[in-house]
T-cell receptor
């Protein structure tokens, strides 16, 4: 158990819909990262938050957004969903100044 | 271009045989180097990491990796694999001055009896 909790584990939704994925980082970790894993793109970095502020942005679509709340949990919002958004979405967390990231079990999103 | 490469998409080894998974990186300065394992339906688990110092690093589950600056490589090894080692293995880097992981494409390991 990495200490990073992601909910839900599985999500099936229709095209055009909006979903929210939730991540609770390890206790004390201030950084949260979101990654997307798909068959064609592999593991892609989406976005990083540090103590509530956006810190780095990767290959995140404009239809996607994220935030980190004062209690340090984070949410990834995916809107106007397309079939190609079907993927495994991982959250990871790390401590201040530590590049070692711990990953959650992921949320498997299926868009039908 | 900066990249991390895992040249082997799929490797099959017999149980009890030795294993070496290859990883090469292309960055101006030596990045931080990691190996993660992903079992079916599971998240990513850190096997080992290299920041500096001794170029042979020991990890969990009997794995080790050797950093070779001259070859820009960080290959993962295990002397004797077990059926439970069947999984996808990812090499990852954190470039100098950065915080996010960049992953290779992964190597799927199959173990045969």
């Amino acid at each position: 158990d990495s200490g990073v909790t992601q909910t839900p584990k599985h999500l099936i939704t229709a095209t055009g819909q909006r979903v929210t994925l939730r991540c609770s980082p390890r206790s004390g970790d201030l950084s949260v990262y979101w990654y997307q894993q798909s068959l064609d793109q592999g593991l892609q970095f989406l976005i990083q938050y540090y103590n509530g502020e956006e810190r780095a942005k990767g290959n995140i679509l404009e239809r996607f957004s994220a935030q980190q709340f004062p209690d340090l949990h984070s949410e990834l919002n995916l809107s106007s969903l397309e079939l190609g958004d079907s993927a495994l979405y991982f959250c990871a967390s790390s401590a201040l100044g530590n590049t070692e990231a711990f990953f959650g079990q992921g949320t498997r999103l299926t868009v039908v | 271009a900066q990249s991390v490469t895992q040249p082997d998409i799929h490797i099959t080894v017999s149980e009890g045989a030795s294993l070496e998974l290859r990883c090469n990186y292309s960055y101006g300065a030596t990045p931080y180097l990691f190996w993660y394992v992903q079992s079916p339906g599971q998240g990513l688990q850190l096997l080992l990491k290299y920041f500096s110092g001794d170029t042979l690093v020991q990890g969990i589950k009997g794995f080790e990796a050797e950093f070779k600056r001259s070859q820009s490589s960080f290959n993962l090894r295990k002397p004797s694999v077990h059926w439970s080692d069947a999984a996808e293995y990812f090499c990852a880097v954190v470039p100098f001055g950065n915080e996010k992981l960049t992953f290779g494409t992964g190597t799927r390991l199959t173990i045969i009896p």
